[in-house]
């Protein structure tokens, strides 16, 4: 509420729920307004930046170079994940963002950046 707004109801003698009612209203408006805004999506390309959730997720996109066909892709976190395998080792230093690359035995895969 303005109190300009404020101050000339008071001289024009206005209710206290006058008062009452126009300021829940601003705040409703305004309210409003701020939910039909879209929350940014925070970008990270750096992995040690990277919440430790998120580095195999969905969300998380890596580089996907086949030593073979010499094709590169995409793919997502879970698939990166899939590809590791029983590597616990590897796993662990790169949610810790230790690593941000690794290989296999016919590719090699770089994280790239994670969308949340």
């Not at 580095?55 to 698939?79: C, D, H, L, P, W």
């Amino acid at each position: 509420m303005k109190g300009n707004d404020a101050e000339e109801m008071l001289l024009n003698n206005a209710s206290l729920d006058d008062l009452i009612k126009m300021k829940i209203e601003r705040e409703f408006m305004s309210d409003l307004k701020k939910s039909k805004e879209k929350p940014q999506k925070k970008i990270y390309t750096d992995i040690k930046d990277v919440p430790a959730n998120q580095i195999f997720s969905k969300n998380a996109v890596y580089r996907y170079f086949n030593r073979k066909s010499m094709n590169e892709t995409f793919i997502n976190g879970v698939q990166a994940e899939a590809l590791i395998g029983i590597q616990n080792a590897i796993r662990e230093k790169m949610q810790k963002g230790e690593l941000s690359a690794f290989t296999t035995d016919d590719a090699y895969i770089k994280f790239e950046k994670v969308e949340c």
